[in-house]
């Protein structure tokens, strides 16, 4: 499969994902119109309020409209552009007050057949990976994420909302060292795509394999679920450990955000 159609499989997941996620929480708000989705969980961090280009058809217009609405909320936005496929926006970004910012870009990672790395690897050291199914293992999934990723613990609770357990493309993990909660992964399924996601470990139990595991793992569920694709999102320190775990860049993303924060 060539890096363009891996890419479309990949932007396709990541917005079925955070659809999902915000259209659960208490004021989040998921617009799709023209062409473009305005993904706006209403807490304080770029990341959880995104505006994508979802198709071609987007125009200047429809953009304009979703960074109106960003503003409208009063959280931190980015506007998230594929280089290459939406250049044709970048333009516009200025002139409507927007600047890149390059602590917003991320990169779309990608790898086909799933079936090359879907083996959970068993790290010893008294590790197990357990799929939530219910609050208290949510709580727990959610204050360790919170942790491995530094944010604050109430944005990580309500974009994870309990309704998420009951859709069926969607299952979250939580990693244990020694039946201590120490790292996090979400897997979420579009079509044939798994999206793989929060995969966070806690600072003190890093550079053990932990996040490799919980990556495998959702690969391995993936695959068994039918998906032959995996797609991720990863920060710029983060790309060479998912290169070495097999996956290739699929595109990057370039965040723009208010000029005066950027």
């Given at each position: 499969m060539d890096r363009p159609a891996l890419a479309d499989l990949e932007h396709e997941n990541w917005i079925a994902c955070l659809a999902a996620s915000i259209s659960l929480t208490r004021e989040g708000l998921v617009l799709r119109e023209g062409g473009v989705a305005a993904?706006?969980?209403?807490?304080?961090?770029?990341?959880?309020?995104?505006?994508?280009?979802?198709?071609?058809?987007?125009?200047?217009?429809?953009?304009?409209?979703?960074?109106?609405?960003g503003?409208?909320?009063?959280?931190?936005?980015?506007?998230?552009?594929?280089?290459?496929?939406?250049?044709?926006?970048?333009?516009?970004?200025?002139?409507?007050g927007l600047a890149a910012d390059d602590s917003a870009a991320?990169?779309?990672m990608a790898l086909h057949p799933v079936?090359?790395?879907?083996?959970?690897p068993d790290p010893g050291h008294g590790f197990e990976i357990r799929q939530v199914t219910d609050e208290a293992g949510l709580a727990q999934h959610r204050r360790t994420a919170a942790a491995g990723f530094g944010v604050d613990p109430v944005i990580v609770e309500e974009m994870l909302r309990i309704d998420l357990l009951d859709r069926p493309e969607c299952a979250v993990y939580v990693g244990y060292l020694d039946g201590v909660p120490v790292s996090t992964a979400l897997g979420f399924r579009t079509g044939r795509t798994m999206g793989v996601y929060n995969i966070a470990t806690i600072p003190e139990a890093r550079?053990?394999?932990?996040?490799?595991?919980?990556t495998a793992r959702v690969l391995t569920d993936g695959e068994a679920a039918g998906c032959d694709v995996a797609a991720l999102q990863a920060s710029s320190m983060g790309r060479p450990i998912y290169e070495r775990l097999g996956f290739q860049l699929a595109v990057r993303y370039t965040g723009y955000v208010e000029r005066s924060s950027a």
């Open positions: 993904l706006l969980g209403h807490v304080p961090l770029h990341f959880y309020n995104q505006i994508l280009i979802e198709d071609q058809a987007a125009t200047e217009q429809a953009v304009a409209a979703a960074v109106a609405r503003r409208e909320r009063g959280d931190p936005f980015v506007v998230s552009l594929r280089d290459g496929p939406d250049a044709r926006f970048m333009t516009l970004m200025a002139e409507l991320t990169y779309a079936r090359d790395r879907a083996r959970t550079r053990r394999g932990f996040g490799e595991a919980m």
